[in-house]
């Protein structure tokens, strides 16, 4: 039978502390307010209040990451307790706290890709099915003609009197007997199948397909201004595409096959079947959400890191953090990244990209071997960054 704990926090006291390591536990407010902030300077920073229902500390709960936020009792609050080993019995009871918070993640999800596509490109992006054309465009201006191909079908589809609907039947027709771009519409297949390149679904197109990777690995982007903002690379075992799923609106970034890969396909639904009746996958979706939450917010940090080699590393540092690599002090790790991979991450275009590379493979932490970046001693870099971090942030303070 399931037991919760229950705590209880005085006004002004701290319930977590941002930087802090990550607890075994997370809390569903009962009474009381609280407050939330990043200590982090970053641009749009905000207080947040919360009640009764609302929950603090998930994400270093489920993900084992340090606290990303400051949580301080603005009145007494009562909480209850939640353990990491309790939440799959918990939705199991109560399915809708699982939703209520993947709800709130995802939201939190489409407001992290705003800013960081905004911050990083200077821009803000055009969330209109006309659109689609431009994504198309730039994906054919790179060669990539598999992803512009998909793109122009959605365009086609979605803008049949839209303003470059000619262009669009155009480049469509011309490209389309030269490339092979799989599930241009979507299919009741379990598992797909994509080739390198391949386009899985557009940002602004309409659909609910949510996957799971089984093989391979997946780069969700964003196109802005003629340039491309990668926000993420995902391994086997990660999820996407679940924010169309969860809030019904188009998709907010691109997801690109990075190397062959073979998905699992949920839909509207069997995942609401899911809900129902395995709690542990909604476990794992939770985790899965949050550790792409806590990437976000730290990706969103790097853009505050002015200099390009301080920049570089704490993103390389990210990349590797995010993976849970556990080594000894000293050990080192090869990475599957290449320079120009973390570039990208960082927003840099191919222009831009030179100079930021010759600073970041002279760094004393940074090998590269057969294109490859290999780091000598994981602890020392994971390190480094967390120093460059916390100078920039004195530096933001300083300068108010």
């Not at 939440?87 to 993947?102: C, D, G, Q, R, W």
């Not at 509207?268 to 917010?297: E, H, K, P």
């Amino acid at each position: 039978m399931l037991q919760l704990g229950m705590v209880t926090f005085t006004q002004n006291s701290y319930i977590l502390v941002e930087g802090t390591p990550a607890t075994d536990r997370f809390y569903i407010i009962q009474s009381g307010k609280v407050r939330c902030y990043h200590e982090t300077q970053l641009p749009g920073n905000s207080n947040v209040m919360l009640g009764p229902g609302d929950f603090v500390g998930v994400i270093p709960c489920m993900t084992g990451h340090s606290q990303t936020e400051t949580v301080v009792a603005v009145t007494n609050v009562t909480a209850i307790i939640v353990k990491r080993e309790q939440y799959p019995e918990l939705i199991a009871h109560n399915t809708s706290v699982a939703m209520k918070i993947i709800r709130a993640f995802s939201r939190n999800m489409r407001s992290l890709n705003d800013n960081l596509t905004k911050i990083t490109l200077k821009k803000t992006s055009i969330e209109t099915p006309e659109h689609l054309f431009t994504t198309a465009s730039y994906f054919q201006k790179i060669g990539n003609f598999e992803a512009a191909v998909y793109g122009y079908y959605q365009y086609l589809k979605q803008c049949p009197n839209g303003q470059s609907i000619d262009d669009a039947v155009k480049y469509f027709k011309a490209l389309k007997p030269k490339v092979n771009a799989p599930y241009l519409e979507s299919t009741s297949d379990l598992l797909r199948v994509y080739a390198k390149g391949n386009m899985i679904f557009s940002e602004c197109q309409t659909g609910a397909d949510m996957f799971i990777i089984q093989e391979g690995s997946v780069r969700i982007s964003r196109v802005v201004d003629g340039s491309e903002v990668t926000l993420a690379l995902l391994k086997k075992g990660d999820m996407f595409g679940e924010m169309a799923l969860l809030e019904n609106k188009p998709r907010s970034a691109c997801a690109i096959a990075h190397e062959n890969c073979k998905l699992m396909t949920i839909n509207r639904s069997n995942f609401d079947q899911m809900v129902a009746t395995q709690a542990q996958l909604i476990a794992r979706l939770t985790t899965t959400l949050a550790d792409r939450l806590w990437s976000m917010y730290r990706q969103l940090v790097n853009t505050q890191l002015k200099e390009p080699r301080e920049k570089m590393v704490d993103m390389l540092a990210l990349q590797i953090e995010v993976k849970k690599i556990t080594v000894a002090k000293g050990t080192g790790y090869n990475t599957d990244l290449t320079p120009n991979d973390i570039a990208k991450l960082c927003g840099y275009t191919d222009s831009e990209a030179n100079t930021p590379i010759e600073f970041f493979i002279r760094d004393q932490n940074v090998r590269i071997i057969e294109g490859k970046i290999y780091v000598p001693d994981v602890a020392e870099l994971v390190r480094q960054a967390a120093f460059y971090r916390k100078q920039s942030n004195r530096r933001a303070i300083e300068a108010k």
